[in-house]
């Protein structure tokens, strides 16, 4: 089995930015797709960003422009740098190691424990 832990998370002022980083354990990391999702109370957990095993990459209109998602192989890590921060970005993020058909990211049961991000008005 693959074990996910997101870290990273922290309280920001509106502008602001933070990097979360999904750091996984296992053999196989490597082959799967990765997504960001957010989620908060009462609300469906929501996809924001995907990456393909092979570097390809795919944002929601929401944070397009703000987010950048990238992962280091070597390292079995996978990062969202989360610039110019809205009260909206609010919510659990968490990571995902999945699929990608190249327009959109499929979570598996592959979950990590979700880092809590809140942006102060």
């Known amino acids: 089995q693959m074990h996910l832990m997101e870290s990273g998370g922290g309280l920001v002022q509106a502008g602001g930015s933070l990097r979360l980083s999904c750091a996984a354990s296992g053999s196989i990391f490597n082959i799967y797709a990765v997504g960001w999702y957010r989620q908060t109370p009462g609300k469906q957990r929501d996809l924001v960003a995907g990456?393909?095993?092979?570097?390809?990459?795919m944002y929601a209109d929401s944070v397009k422009g703000r987010f950048t998602i990238s992962r280091d192989n070597a390292r079995n890590t996978v990062y969202l740098q989360m610039n110019s921060l809205k009260p909206e970005d609010t919510a659990v993020y968490y990571c995902?190691?999945?699929?990608?058909?190249?327009?959109?990211?499929?979570?598996?049961?592959?979950w990590g424990q979700g880092t809590q991000v809140t942006v102060s008005s």
């Open positions: 990456i393909s095993s092979g570097g390809s990459t």
């Open positions: 995902n190691a999945g699929t990608y058909n190249g327009l959109r990211h499929f979570p598996t049961d592959y």
